[in-house]
C-alpha cells in the first residue's frame, strides 16, 4: 500500500511538474494543478514528487532490512 502511494505521488508529481515547466495551461488530471492556486503548481509538484520517491526508497530499504534479519 505505501508503494503505490509512492507510485502515485510520482507519477501525480511528475506529471504535473512536466506540464507546467512546457507551459501547458490546461490543468489535465492533475490533483494539484486542479487543487492549489497557480503560483504554486510547480513548488507543489516538486515537493510530490520528492516525497514519492522518499517513500519508495523507505519502503525498499525496510523491506531488505526485513530480509536480512
Do not use: C, D, Y
Amino acid at each position: 500500500m505505501i508503494e503505490l502511494l509512492g507510485i502515485l505521488l510520482l507519477v501525480q508529481g511528475g506529471g504535473g511538474l512536466i506540464n507546467r515547466l512546457l507551459g501547458s495551461t490546461n490543468p489535465s488530471w492533475f490533483v494539484q494543478l486542479h487543487v492549489l492556486p497557480p503560483g504554486m503548481h510547480v513548488v507543489a509538484s516538486a515537493l510530490m514528487v520528492a516525497a514519492g520517491v522518499g517513500l519508495l526508497f523507505a519502503e525498499r530499504s525496510r523491506k531488505q532490512r526485513r530480509r536480512s534479519e
